[in-house]
């Protein structure tokens, strides 16, 4: 199986700040990567599938980079409605598998 | 519009058997691959199933398999998890979830509709 590895586990940034979550898969899976958002009691949002494509609907300000291994989440300009947690998975092979989720908290 | 609607959650205990169903509407359900992920209180997501879309083939993990028995009916628009052998690890919020295709430069599959979950509680 994939082990998917996410950093931080949790943050604290202010509104406006520009946050970065990292994702590293335990082998190549080229550009199969998705990200989820997640508020609580809530089901996850799809935010980028393919590491960079935008979900529809999806504010700009969330955007994906990275192939291979190492990718990346970025969100330019965070709202408060964007204090959640995030998660990436890969879908490279079955089964599918999430990383341990990044908690974006209000500094 | 497009919707997931999970059901049959509730309280078992270890060794018994649930059955959660899941009823889809707003897009042609014989046309996709679904999942069922779960999440255990306080922790993160776990896909656990998938159906293919004419329910001829089913995948699941090793931590259910054996256990765990997906099946669909697509005259119904619905999707079915029957759980046996139930052990307080399969604690969690059952969400059923569509998987979709991407087409561009290869094919992408991403989980792009989720119900709101169900949850199961397995304790003595």
């Known amino acids: 199986d994939i082990q998917m590895t996410q950093s931080p586990s949790s943050l604290s940034a202010s509104v406006g700040d520009r946050v970065t979550i990292t994702c590293r898969a335990s082998q190549s899976i080229s550009s199969y990567l998705n990200w989820y958002q997640q508020k609580p009691g809530k089901a996850p949002k799809l935010l980028i599938y393919a590491a960079s494509s935008l979900q529809s609907g999806v504010p700009s300000r969330f955007s994906g980079s990275g192939s291979g291994t190492d990718f990346t989440l970025t969100i330019s300009g965070l709202q408060r409605e964007d204090f959640a947690t995030y998660y990436c998975?890969?879908?490279?092979?079955?089964?599918?598998?999430f990383g341990q989720g990044t908690k974006v908290e209000i500094k | 519009q497009v919707q997931l609607v999970a059901s049959g959650g509730g309280l078992i205990r270890p060794g018994g058997s649930l059955r959660v169903s899941c009823a889809v509407s707003?897009?042609?359900?014989?046309?996709?691959?679904m999942s069922w992920i779960r999440q255990a209180p306080g922790k993160g997501l776990e896909w656990i199933s998938y159906i293919s879309n004419t329910g001829n083939t089913t995948y699941y993990a090793d931590s259910v398999k054996g256990r765990f028995t997906f099946s669909r009916d697509n005259a119904k628009n619905s999707l079915h998890l029957q759980m046996n052998s139930l052990r307080a690890e399969d604690t969690a919020v059952y969400y059923c979830a569509r998987e979709i295709n991407y087409y561009g430069g290869g094919s992408y599959e991403a989980f792009d509709i989720w119900g709101q979950g169900t949850m199961v509680t397995v304790s003595s």
């Open positions: 998975q890969q879908s490279y092979s079955t089964p599918r598998t």
């Open positions: 707003g897009f042609t359900f014989s046309d996709y691959y």
